[in-house]
């Protein structure tokens, strides 16, 4: 029995001390392109703001605020009308969901965790969606490097990324949003991987007898096909990137975690009740307008 502690001495890995080496490697000789990618990343975020019209929260008068925050309401839910094929339920369900929000004085949280969102999602689909037509074309880097990538984030717990993008990235919105791109990345990697293996090989074939080149076939014929795939996977990373920069908010990203951290903190049913409320709201908004988005490609 008393051997037990003495193999497990031994035998004991150091991977944290290793990985703690890493991060200090990368923090020593990479921090110029950290602060570049912090730089575009903040960059991102405050023209998402501006074009929100959070500028006008410093103003003395509060009636500036209101009507661009108003006029930001009419035009997302003019936008759910014509991506849902011009159906009144959703643009009213948008409208008045957003009123909500307004209304609990969560509109300035709300709009950060949008601006947030989009960033992340942006930057996700540029990297995610190129990553799986690259596993679509490349079945030896499929299986040996992309899979076992995307199996390894998508099992890593969530609060786990928030350690090195503090120490990358500092606390604040850059942090946050560089652990929810690596967190929401996976699903639209995946499904545009599924998607284009999809497409029939008849239809393949068709493309290069007509002497279609390997990019004219990927962007007329598999991609077009492959659209409503896609769109799912687009969906799914926005979602989790929703729900990831609600827990950024433990690291200084703000946004609508923040009241819900409040509630979890200072037991405040009502303050953690009306962020969640919010919350879910922009998720409802977010996933029915892409759903119809994909919806309307597949016909």
């Given at each position: 029995?008393?051997?037990?502690p003495?193999?497990s ?8 001390e ?17 602060d570049?990618?912090a ?8 023209a ?7 500028q ?37 369900g ?16 709300a ?25 679509s074309?490349n079945?030896?880097?499929?299986e ?6 995307l ?14 993008a503090?120490?990358f ?17 996976p ?6 991987n599924?998607g ?12 290069k ?19 409503p ?11 989790l ?9 433990m690291i ?5 975690g ?16 009306e ?12 996933d ?7 919806e309307?490609?597949?016909?």
């Amino acid at each position: 029995m008393n051997s037990l502690p003495i193999l497990s001495t031994l035998f004991r890995l150091e991977l944290g001390e290793w990985f703690e080496k890493l991060i200090d490697f990368l923090t020593n000789y990479f921090s110029w392109l950290f602060d570049a990618v912090a730089f575009v990343v903040e960059g991102m975020v405050d023209a998402f703001e501006f074009v929100f019209g959070l500028q006008f929260i410093n103003q003395e008068s509060d009636v500036i605020f209101t009507i661009a925050a108003f006029i930001i309401i009419v035009i997302i839910s003019l936008l759910a009308w014509l991506a849902s094929g011009k159906k009144i339920g959703l643009t009213i369900g948008t409208f008045l969901g957003l009123t909500l929000i307004y209304s609990v004085d969560l509109w300035e949280s709300a709009v950060e965790t949008i601006a947030l969102v989009l960033v992340a999602a942006v930057i996700a689909l540029l990297i995610g969606i190129p990553l799986g037509i690259a596993a679509s074309r490349n079945q030896r880097l499929s299986e040996s490097v992309i899979r076992p990538a995307l199996d390894f984030m998508q099992t890593m717990p969530a609060f786990v990324y928030l350690i090195p993008a503090v120490i990358f990235f500092g606390l604040g919105p850059v942090a946050g949003a560089i652990a929810t791109i690596i967190f929401s990345m996976p699903p639209v990697v995946r499904l545009t991987n599924l998607g284009i293996r999809q497409v029939p090989e008849e239809v393949i074939e068709a493309g290069k007898s007509l002497g279609s080149t390997p990019k004219q076939l990927l962007l007329k014929v598999q991609l077009p096909i492959a659209l409503p795939t896609i769109l799912a996977g687009v969906n799914q990373t926005i979602l989790l990137a929703l729900s990831m920069v609600v827990i950024a908010s433990m690291i200084g990203a703000g946004g609508l975690g923040n009241p819900v951290l409040t509630g979890i903190t200072s037991l405040d049913i009502g303050t953690g009740f009306e962020g969640g409320v919010s919350v879910v709201v922009l998720a409802m908004i977010l996933d029915r307008i892409t759903q119809a988005l994909g919806e309307s490609s597949s016909k």
